[in-house]
């Protein structure tokens, strides 16, 4: 294991958990608007509905930022893999060995490859 690829872990998981606080707050707000305007006037209520949006966008770009901020460190650094950690699973085999000089990729989906992180699209156009 490399402790990009921990760093990169852990950074998914915290995207996940931001997305989960985002979706809590729109049922909420959708909740809020379907059981009718109790408080205050559609505008406020779309205003409510854009600051989760806003307030997930900026959480997001803080975490790029402190995870760039920190890679671009480790890259200046230096810091190579933090080193092998074997475990051993179910038959005996050792997961984590160098083979040929490398470091293999951490174990996932068939093949041991990594899963490729979606791209975010262009803006359409209006």
């Excluded at 997930?56 to 402190?66: A, N």
């Amino acid at each position: 294991m490399t402790s990009g690829w921990m760093r990169d872990v852990a950074t998914a998981q915290a995207v996940q958990r931001r997305l989960q606080v985002l979706q809590f707050d729109w049922a909420s707000e959708g909740v809020r608007e379907f059981l009718g305007p109790a408080e205050g006037t559609a505008s406020e209520a779309a205003d409510r509905c854009l600051a989760v949006l806003r307030r997930f966008s900026e959480d997001v770009t803080e975490l790029v930022r402190v995870e760039t901020a920190d890679w671009m460190v480790e890259f200046r650094t230096g810091a190579g893999p933090l080193g092998i950690q074997s475990a051993v699973v179910p038959g005996g085999r050792q997961e984590g060995t160098v083979v040929q000089g490398k470091f293999p990729m951490p174990p996932g989906p068939a093949g041991g490859t990594r899963p490729n992180m979606p791209r975010q699209r262009p803006p359409e156009p209006r």
